[in-house]
């Protein structure tokens, strides 16, 4: 808005500016100005924070604006767009710009926290934390100068200050507590739904909860639901953590129980993995391990399908030239003995196969099945000396993972191949333990240890793939989820807020 005015005021036309904040006055004021530029030309009239005057919209779109005098250039600034009245109503037909401030580029953060003479060692957290909000980087800047100059605030008070700050400009008032903690539910979550909210917010009205939700100005409406980004994320994270410890924990548990739970037993389609697995990373983002082998940004071009005789021959050339000779004849004998272990991936618009993977289940193989592929004969190896499979029970083994375009990092077809993992080791009945086997296993490894998968020693040296694995009977699925809890909920994230790139922790 300064902007606008200068380069108005350099043009040679008046600038008159009235802020939004002013409401019991606000029509007054119009009123005076409108007599003020009567006669007067190149006038431009700057309305700020127009989200504050929605009770005048009416007037000011029906009578007011139009019965300004002469050639007025009138510049609205809001934290929501125009409604639809004026963009269907033909007496403003083709006089309307639309512009979307984005926030600042990380560049562009830096370069601000630097000329207001922060110290160096808290610029980076200082500008994570902002997300490229203006107000964020001013204020933050400004505590974290007072605080290398004087020591004050302490590095405690000093994030509270500025916390409170963003959450009283940013979100104004809520209703009621009910809405509050929808609130904080969608800035925890990666996404919020109506039945995310029936879920974790027990006796509220999902349906209006999301609504509210939906009609504030800091809430986006994405692929998958709801979402709150930028530095209100952080800040409602942050408050709902320092207030409130065991509501907290509470909602984290819940948000995690119905993702890992309900959304991921029902996500089938490739773009529900996808979604499904950026949650779970979201969720698991303090453990910086997770986050690291899920994609972030991408749309889905695949669809699953299943396998039929005329893809055999297919699977097995992509099989070997992905993975060569061994892994090319595993996928033929295993074709022929379990077709239905074998889940395809199409591309949408050319319908040709893009990657595939095997999820076996064996009970008692036949020597057969062990003979002919090594890799299930290590793993029965590993089973018969680690646990006795009970009756109805059965061992799953995620055999292929065959994507020529994968490399070793992050890519939607192995969310996808990672949401159809997850959900046989957290809903397959019976499963008393789970194998995969990886080409890869140095880029897997992290990711593994992390999931308490354990590494099988190599019995044979004549295959070169890597084997993890996972008794769901000695740890079985509540107990594991369980397992990094404390990291999900309080572990620091780097760079933290005020802590200095160069220490872990301080003395508040």
Known sequence: MPRVAEDAAAAGRR???????????????????????????????????????????????????????????????????????????PAWSGTIVIRYLEALTTTESAALVEARGVDPGLRRSIVDFAAGNPFALALAAE????????????????????????LALLTGSVPTDTHRQALYVCAHARHTTEDLLRAVVPGGRPAELFDWLRAQPYVEAAAHGLEVNGVLREALDHDLRWRDPAGYERMHRRIRDYVMGELLRDAR???????????????????????RYVSRVGEV???????????????????????????????????GRQPE????????????????????????????????????????????????????????IARHLVCPAFEAEPSLVMDVFQARMMRGWLHQPGLAGSYLVVANGQWWRPLMEYLSHYELERVHADHPHTIFGHDW????????????????????????????????????
């Open 269 to 291: 389609d490739p773009h529900a993995c996808v979604a499904v697995m950026r949650t779970i990373s979201h969720l698991r983002r303090r453990g910086e391990v997770v986050y």
């Open 143 to 166: 505590v974290g100068r007072s605080m290398s100059a004087t020591g004050k605030p302490s590095r405690r008070d000093a994030v509270r200050y500025v916390v409170d700050n963003v």
């Open 301 to 335: 071009d695949v669809r699953w399908s299943g396998v039929t005789p005329a893809d055999h021959d297919e699977l097995v050339t992509m099989a070997r030239e992905t993975h060569g000779e061994f892994t090319a004849a595993s996928v033929r004998f295993w074709l």
């Open 15 to 89: 600038v008159w500016h009235l802020h939004g904040s002013a409401t019991t006055q606000a029509r007054e004021h119009l009123e005076r100005f409108a007599e003020e530029l009567s006669g007067v030309s190149g006038t431009v009239l700057l309305i700020d924070s127009f989200e504050e005057l929605g009770h005048l919209e009416p007037w000011l779109r029906d009578e007011y604006l139009r019965r300004l005098p002469g050639d007025p250039i009138v510049v609205v600034a809001g934290r929501t767009g125009p409604s639809a009245a004026w963009l269907t109503d």
């Open 341 to 396: 272990a074998f889940s395809l991936l199409r591309c949408r618009k050319s319908n040709r196969p893009r990657a595939f993977m095997s999820w076996l289940t064996l009970r008692t193989p036949e020597r057969e099945d062990l003979e002919s592929d090594p890799v299930v004969g290590e793993i029965w190896h590993d089973v018969s000396r680690r646990m006795a499979v009970p009756p109805g029970a059965h061992i799953a």
């Open 473 to 508: 009977l000695a740890d079985p699925p509540e107990a594991w989820r369980d397992h990094h809890l404390d990291e999900e909920l309080w572990a620091e994230r780097h760079p933290s807020l005020f802590l200095p790139q160069d220490v872990s922790s301080v003395d508040d």
